[in-house]
């Protein structure tokens, strides 16, 4: 290929992959379905190509479906140990952002309840949510009809709805949560975090990929008490993870999140979803699989100072 042909392609790469991101929930395959959508572009007769984003758009949307539908990607997420690979604030693979809709449709939230929606529902509330493609534009894409464009975006929409369980928050206020959140897990006395927590307060951790099913708690309580055992530092946690951790604050996939750093790696990390101005979900990632992208992406930018330096 010319130079001018990989150019074109690389204008639209992050948009492609915070398409993929999106379907997928995971960064590293939406990289590997990207790149696959690379091969695709550089081998078609691009002559007979009249709208290259269009096509390049149908051809991540049907890479990613299919990864959806491979027996290797049912059986992970049939086990009950996945959990969406997070991304911290800034990261391109976001993609738009200028609608609610947008912002949401990236949240680990949502990418969880669309873990649900059959793959081709969950490609057209992605298309029309956050791409904001017509329903006619989504037909040729998924090659269905209009109709049965509108009636998958209807069902989508009322699923995310139903599930929707946050409101948006500006940075200052995501980390005013973040530092009373971490003030409260490590300060000892479970009441404090009792306080911070809705009546109807979950919080789930993939437990570092060290279990084969994520591990859930449900009420206020029971998920201060998970929370507080998980903060308290240990010589054996020290003795895990490598060493000593460095707490921050930060935003990851739109909500607050507590990210925890060691020797510029991250390690952790906790997304705190909020409504009605407290916590209602904890979801924590800190299996090392997960985390490439999020440490890739903060060793770019310079950081606040931590709210714990030494855990």
């Known amino acids: 290929m010319d130079s001018a042909t990989v150019a074109r392609f690389e204008a639209g790469r992050d948009r492609l992959a915070s398409l993929a991101y999106r379907l997928l929930g995971s960064a590293t395959d939406a990289e590997d379905v990207v790149q696959d959508a690379f091969l695709r572009w550089q081998a078609a007769d691009r002559d ?15 890479l990613s479906l299919d990864r959806l539908r491979s027996a290797k990607a049912r059986r992970e997420r049939a086990v009950g140990a996945w959990l969406p690979e997070p991304l911290l ?19 680990l939230a949502v990418l969880m309840l669309m873990e649900r929606l059959p793959p081709v529902e969950r490609a057209v509330y992605v298309l029309r949510e956050a791409f904001s493609y017509s329903h006619a534009e989504i037909a040729e894409i998924l090659d269905i009809t209009e109709s049965a464009s509108q009636q ?22 995501a980390r005013r949560i973040v530092e009373a959140f971490i003030a409260a897990a490590s300060s000892g006395r479970t009441e404090r ?9 979950t919080a789930i951790s993939d437990g570092a990929g060290l279990t084969e099913k994520l591990l859930r708690y449900t009420a206020p ?21 490598g060493g000593t951790l460095a707490m921050h604050a930060g935003v990851v996939n739109g909500c607050p999140a507590v990210i925890a750093v060691l020797d510029d790696q991250v390690v952790g990390v906790g997304v705190l979803e909020v409504r009605d101005g407290k916590i209602a979900t904890v979801r924590a990632v800190a299996a090392a699989s997960r985390l490439g992208r999020a440490t890739e992406e903060w060793r770019r930018h310079a950081h606040d100072e931590p709210l714990i330096a030494s855990w």
């Open 48 to 62: 007979h190509i009249e709208v290259p984003e269009a096509w390049l758009t149908k051809v991540v949307t049907n």
């Open 89 to 107: 604030d800034g990261d391109p693979m976001l993609g738009p952002a200028d609608t609610f809709e947008q912002r949401e449709s990236v949240t």
């Open 152 to 173: 998958h975006a209807h069902r989508a929409r009322r699923h995310v709805a139903a599930g929707r369980n946050s409101g948006e928050v500006d940075r200052a206020t």
């Open 193 to 201: 975090l009792v306080a911070l927590l809705t009546d109807d307060a």
């Open 221 to 241: 309580e029971r998920v201060a008490s998970a929370l507080r055992a998980g903060f308290k530092p240990s010589p054996a946690k020290r003795k895990l993870v």
